[in-house]
C-alpha cells in the first residue's frame, strides 16, 4: 500500500476529511518534497478521496515539479500577488464544509493556521500528529536501507575522528574533524554540531563542544547525527585518552552492560518502556540510579528525535520496523560521563544494531 492509501485509511478512520501539512518532516514522508517552513506561505492539503492540493510559492514550483512523489495540483502564487487568490482556488477545489481537517499541532504556525482557516472557515482544524507518527513509526525497506547508509557515515567519521584524536585538541576541533569526514564521506547537511565533550565537561549529557583541550586520562564523550536522503543515524561511543581511574572504568562497564540488557530486550509486541526498564535496572541496581539522567532512547528517522520515545511511561507495544536509539549514560559532577548510543531496528527476532562500531571501551 502507498504512503497515501496509508494516509487515508487512517484519515477515515479517525473521521478526518483530509490532512493539512506544512514543510517539514511530514511533507516530506507523504510528499517527497524536502522544505522549510519561510515566511511564504506553502501548505498542502491531502483530501480523503482528491487530487491531493499543494498551496505554495510560484518560485519553488520548478523544485516541486523535480522532486514530488506524488501526484499534486499545483496552485502558485507570486510575490507581487500574493497567497489570496491561490487560497480563494484551494477552497473552490475541495470544497470542504463543516467536516474535520488534520494538522500538525506541533509544526503549524498561525501563519498556516490563518490561512486554512480563510480557505475553510466552517472546518474544525484538530491536531493529527499521533496519526502521522504511527504511519511514519514503521520503516521500510528503502527507508532502512538510507539509515544503514548513514550509519556507515557516521561510523566512519567517527573511527577517522579517534584516530586523530590526541591530548591539547580541543573539543572543537575533534568536533570539526567528525563534521568534515561525514560530509567527505557523502552525508548530507545537518543541523546541530557533533556533541564532543572531554573530562569534567562530559557531566552534562548536552554539553556543546568548547576550546578547552582534551586531556590525558579523561573520558571523551562523542554524539552525532547524520542523514542520507532524509534519514538520519545517530550514535554515541565514549572513549578514554590514555589510562583512566577505576571508577570512571567502573560507570563505563555499567553503561555498556545497560547498553547491552536495553538492545537484548527489544523485541516486537512489548511496550517501549520495557527497553528503557531493562537498561536503567542495571545502572540502578549498582546504585548509579540517580546519574542516569535521561530516557533510554527516541525514534529516529526523518527526525533525530520522534516516536517512539524509549521512556518509562510509553507503553506502545514496539512492532517491526520501529527504529530507535539506546543510549544510557551516567553523569558525575567533577568526575565525566560515559553514553553508549546504538540505533535500533525492531525485527521479527528482536532488535538489529544499525550501528554496528565496537562498545568495548577504546583507550587511545
Ligand atoms: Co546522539
Ligand atoms: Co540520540
Sequence with gaps: MSRLERLRQALDGAGLAALALVPGPNLRYLTGLAMHPSERLTLAVLPLAETPVLLLPALEVPRARERLALDM?????SDEQGPDVALRRLRERLRL???????????????????????FPICHVVPADGLLA???????EEEIAAMRRA????EQGLQETLQRLRPGMTEREAARTWQWAVAEAGGEAFGDAPIVVAGP???SPHNVPSDRPIERGELVTLDWAAHVGGYYADITRTVALGEIGPEQRRIYDLVLRANEAGRQAVRPGIPAQ????????????AGYGPYFLHRTGHGLGLEV????YIVEGNDLPLAVGMTFTVEPGIYIEGLGGVRIEDDILVTPEGGESLTTMGRELIVL
Design 134 to 140: 504511527t504511519l511514519r513509526m514503521h520503516k521500510d
Design 274 to 285: 520495557e527497553v528503557d526498564r531493562a537498561a536503567r535496572r542495571v545502572i540502578a541496581g
Design 97 to 119: 464544509a463543516g467536516e474535520c481537517l488534520g494538522a500538525e499541532e506541533q509544526a503549524m504556525r498561525l501563519l498556516e493556521y490563518h490561512a486554512l482557516q480563510r480557505a
Design 305 to 308: 528525535h520522534e516516536p517512539p
Design 201 to 203: 565537561r562530559g557531566a
Design 151 to 154: 550509519a556507515a557515515i557516521l
Design 73 to 77: 495540483e499545483l496552485l502558485p502564487w
